[in-house]
């Protein structure tokens, strides 16, 4: 299978982000779509754009862009929307049958939108220093989804649902690790849209 790939994002105004030098907060409004494109070095369209009947799977990779801006896990935790857009995407590959890649805290989009759906955001134990953020297990349990418990350099497969799910950044460990984990999740993913 030969795959291209397509950045996209949401089209909207992020109210405040995480300055990553300082770890702290700022409160200031900045558009979601300039900054991706930064990220993803200049072709990013939105998100909106994207039909389920152009592309054999879709992955979204994590980050406080998902928890603040793609949904609102960060501010609601278990009580958390999901963007209109967003939601209508995953429900149409999810409907379609194509699989769908999530890592660090995105797997939380798939537990409020598909029901009993299995994923991963690494351990559910709380109060490591490894595992920061431990307790988002318990959020995607209790909004529906089944939280299985994985390494970081692992990749969990829900092939009922074709979703693929891996830690990412949920833990605080070496990159090396890390790639290991997302490396294999998108090969899942691609194995699952043959």
């Known amino acids: 299978l030969q795959s291209r790939l397509l950045c996209l994002h949401r089209v909207l105004r992020k109210q405040w982000y995480q300055r990553r030098v300082r770890g702290s907060e700022m409160l200031e409004s900045r558009n979601v779509l300039k900054?991706?494109?930064?990220?993803?070095?200049?072709?990013?369209?939105?998100?909106?754009?994207?039909?389920?009947?152009?592309?054999?799977?879709?992955?979204?990779?994590?980050?406080?862009?998902?928890?603040?801006?793609?949904?609102?896990?960060a501010t609601e935790g278990a009580n958390m929307s999901v963007d209109p857009t967003v939601s209508e995407k995953v429900k149409a590959f999810h409907g379609?049958?194509?699989?769908?890649?999530?890592?660090?805290?995105?797997?939380?989009?798939?537990?409020?939108?598909?029901?009993?759906?299995?994923?991963?955001?690494?351990?559910?134990?709380?109060g490591t220093e490894k595992w920061p953020y431990a307790g988002t297990a318990g959020a995607i349990n209790t909004m529906g989804g089944k939280h299985v418990v994985t390494d970081?350099?692992?990749?969990?497969?829900?092939?009922?649902?074709?979703?693929?799910?891996?830690?990412?950044?949920?833990?605080?460990?070496?990159?090396?690790?890390?790639?290991?984990?997302?490396?294999?999740?998108?090969?899942?993913?691609?194995?699952?849209?043959?």
């Open 96 to 126: 379609a049958g194509k699989p769908i890649g999530m890592c660090c805290i995105a797997p939380v989009i798939a537990a409020r939108i598909i029901p009993g759906v299995e994923v991963t955001v690494g351990s559910d134990v709380e």
């Open 35 to 73: 900054e991706s494109a930064r990220i993803a070095r200049g072709k990013i369209s939105d998100l909106a754009s994207l039909s389920d009947a152009d592309y054999d799977a879709v992955i979204f990779p994590g980050g406080f862009g998902v928890a603040k801006n793609l949904s609102s896990f």
């Open 152 to 194: 970081v350099s692992q990749a969990h497969v829900d092939s009922n649902n074709k979703v693929v799910t891996t830690a990412a950044y949920m833990c605080e460990t070496g990159l090396h690790e890390i790639h290991d984990g997302i490396g294999e999740m998108v090969s899942e993913v691609l194995k699952l849209a043959k």
